[in-house]
């Protein structure tokens, strides 16, 4: 049976409560709240004005309830926060809208043999070919690991590559590649390696961004599907 859940019957009207992050889910999250509670918090290291809300029209709206602050919170006395400023408020709930952590347990056993790795502090997935296959083991794939993304269309990409990949190698029709052999993918992911290594100011742990980037990448996946590539396999 399924149970319906609205985290919104968690905060009371005149609750202030301070949301980490200017993400997506952050400033969804910080506009529910801002309908219900007395003061919102949006804390962050990004730009001035990324929290800022728009409305159904996406004209800006700036909110009376919501205040932004530029630097991220450390710990005070209860019920208290302490920002990178000094600035002192009191709190009744801390939401941390901060990302989350890739994590594989069911990989571990395996981790020596498909060379799937998570690292960087769970924020790096290493030796997935376009964030997807493993190179040496195209019978395994991974799904949405990529970030600030469209989900929908992009997953929508991903599954198709996924299913036409499993039915050409492992349908009745006999073997044929719709995907680059292993070899062929380590070497496009060396070069991804390296221009990511020369990009100014990049983290590993950006390596999963998208962004601007995703309707290329949806069109690289997609263009495998028709590829000359997709011959029989020797």
Not at 125 to 142: C, K, R, T
Request: proline share 4%; net charge negative; with cysteine.
């Amino acid at each position: 049976v399924g149970v319906y859940f609205c985290f919104l019957l968690f905060f009371r009207k005149g609750l202030v409560v301070c949301v980490v992050g200017a993400g997506a889910s952050a400033i969804d999250i910080g506009h529910e709240l801002s309908q219900v509670c007395s003061k919102v918090y949006t804390s962050h290291r990004g730009q001035q004005g990324v929290a800022f809300f728009t409305d159904s029209a996406g004209v800006k709206e700036e909110k009376t309830s919501v205040v932004e602050v530029r630097n991220t919170p450390k710990d005070g006395r209860r019920g208290q926060l302490v920002f990178a400023d000094g600035t002192t408020v009191g709190v009744d709930a801390v939401l941390l809208c901060t990302g989350y952590e890739y994590h594989f347990p069911f990989l571990e056993d395996t981790k020596e043999v498909l060379k799937v790795d998570v690292q960087c502090r769970g924020q790096f997935v290493a030796q997935l070919w376009h964030d997807l296959f493993p190179p040496f083991f195209p019978s395994i794939s991974i799904m949405g690991v990529g970030q600030r993304i469209l989900p929908f269309t992009l997953f929508e990409a991903q599954a198709k590559l996924i299913c036409a990949t499993f039915q050409a190698n492992f349908g009745r029709e006999g073997k044929r590649l719709v995907v680059p052999d292993a070899a062929e993918m380590l070497e496009e992911m060396d070069a991804v390696d390296l221009e990511r290594a020369a990009t100014p100011g990049y983290r590993c742990e950006d390596a999963h961004i998208l962004a601007g980037k995703q309707w290329d990448y949806s069109r690289k996946l997609t263009s495998y599907l028709s590829s000359p590539s997709n011959r029989p396999a020797s």
